[in-house]
């Protein structure tokens, strides 16, 4: 296994989701530390008709708390956050969410580039982003304004990909630190727990 | 997207609390931001130009009517419109013959004839008497027009048909120059107004205050205000409807209400 030569300057982590994702943020969160000591903040495509279900189908395996935050809900670690459907998702400085209904970006609501953009706005250096499978280039930007502001860029290894449009859109924007299959984000995640003890 | 500092955003809220009165200085700050900068993007415009376009009274209307978020549907949340159907609407009627509705924030009208629609499929609509307000006059000006692009019918139609109506959106509308043209029966009984939910009074007693997706774009100190003004507008007894995702918890006044229906965030007064 690879060593990712981790610390633990850290204090959030971002990941943005579409087409083909589900199964591996379900493996992702099922692999999770119970103590895992940062929040864990998602922004997945989703149907904007159906409010109810998502969380608790990812709930299922998951090892920490998954919830869609209310607008103006508090950041705490150890907790995992869904971007609510039909709204936009923003971190705000002083670390809590502001929810939104905006237009549509990249044809999405929820959309990722919303979600990442402000997240590393508020996190900076501190920020680690993972973008996985997906089929249109929501994101892209996203890991590009981490990249921007000092955080690290995780995306998932194309030919693992469902459809790859997403990843590949974010490698065409910016520096990716670590290209990775779902299986090496799990160890990945294990070895970021390691830093905290 | 143009990334735009604090400072910018400081100036922009005072020249226009200064100049017109009108006080963004407690919007949530990412979609303020995000608002100015779109507003930078469509005119093509630096920072500086638009700090003396902001000068020019003249665009005061185009950046209220940008800085505001005007995105909404006919019956957004249909379960939503179920319990306002079944639970709220016949709650009030047991206090009162005359239904007194108030649309704070609404917007291009969608939830206003949302409600229209589902009063008259009630046998209500004459017993009702509804105001719309909003600070931007040409959204107002749009909702009284009724007329919508037609792409946007397939979605409200597939929402009425979830909140279960008794016909068709179709019903509703007539299509002229392709745009959908609302009936214009269904507003006998609504007054749309200007009014700043900052620093506008409150101007009447109400048993249904809907406020949905509107306090999102507001600070928490915001919220606060804002929500004691729906208190005072408010009869004891009366009903608040926010957004789902929205929550009264942290606020101030909270304890002057209790949830009614805490999935579709449905509050009731229950002190004055």
Redesign the interface.
């Known amino acids: 296994m690879t060593d990712f030569k981790l610390d633990n300057r850290y204090k959030a982590i971002v990941i943005g989701g579409s087409a083909g994702s589900f199964q591996g943020i379900v493996k992702i969160l099922s692999n999770l530390p119970t103590n895992f000591p940062l929040p864990i903040i998602m922004c997945l495509h989703r149907l904007k008709?159906v409010?109810n279900g998502f969380v608790e189908a990812l709930s299922i395996k998951s090892t920490l708390e998954i919830v869609?935050?209310?607008?103006?809900?508090h950041i705490k670690k150890g907790k995992v956050y869904l971007a609510?459907s039909n709204?936009?998702m923003?971190?705000?400085?002083g670390h809590f969410f502001?929810?939104?209904?905006?237009?549509m970006v990249n044809n999405s609501r929820p959309a990722i580039d919303?979600t990442l953009?402000?997240t590393a706005?508020v996190f900076r250096d501190k920020l680690i982003g993972i973008l996985l499978s997906g089929a249109n280039k929501d994101g892209g930007?996203g890991m590009k304004y981490i990249k921007d502001r000092g955080g690290m860029t995780i995306v998932q290894e194309p030919s693992e990909c469902m459809i790859d449009t997403m990843p590949k859109a974010a490698m065409n924007l910016t520096t990716i630190d670590h290209v990775l299959k779902i299986d090496e984000i799990v160890e990945f995640f294990k070895q970021l727990h390691k830093q905290y003890k | 997207m143009k990334e735009i500092d604090i400072a910018d955003l400081k100036k922009i809220t005072e020249v226009v609390k200064t100049k017109y009165g009108y006080d963004f200085t407690n919007y949530a700050m990412s979609s303020f931001k995000r608002r100015v900068s779109r507003i930078l993007e469509m005119n093509n415009m630096s920072m500086d130009a638009l700090m003396r376009k902001l000068n020019e009274s003249a665009f005061l209307d185009d950046f209220l009517n940008e800085i505001t978020v005007n995105v909404t549907e006919m019956f957004r949340d249909p379960s939503f419109w179920r319990i306002l159907r079944d639970d709220i609407i016949p709650g009030i009627l047991l206090n009162h013959q005359k239904i007194r509705i108030w649309h704070a924030g609404c917007s291009s009208g969608e939830e206003v004839f949302s409600m229209a629609i589902m009063l008259k499929e009630m046998g209500l609509l004459e017993n009702a008497s509804l105001i719309a307000t909003d600070l931007d006059t040409n959204i107002l000006e749009r909702a009284k027009s009724g007329i919508y692009n037609l792409k946007n019918m397939e979605l409200n139609e597939k929402n009425y048909i979830r909140y279960q109506g008794l016909t068709s959106i179709k019903d509703y509308y007539t299509v002229e120059n392709g745009k959908a043209v609302m009936d214009k029966s269904l507003m006998d009984n609504v007054s749309f107004r200007k009014h700043d939910l900052v620093n506008g009074d409150i101007f009447n007693k109400f048993d249904l205050v809907l406020c949905r997706n509107v306090m999102i774009y507001f600070n928490q100190t915001l919220q606060n205000e804002v929500l004691k003004k729906f208190h005072e507008s408010l009869f004891k007894y009366g009903y608040l409807a926010i957004g789902s995702k929205e929550s009264l918890i942290w606020c101030d006044i909270a304890n002057k209400f209790i949830i009614v229906n805490n999935e579709e965030k449905v509050y009731k007064k229950i002190k004055d």
């Open positions: 008709h409010r869609e935050p209310f607008d103006k809900e609510p709204y936009h923003s971190t705000e400085l502001s929810l939104s209904t905006e237009d919303i953009g402000t706005y930007l």
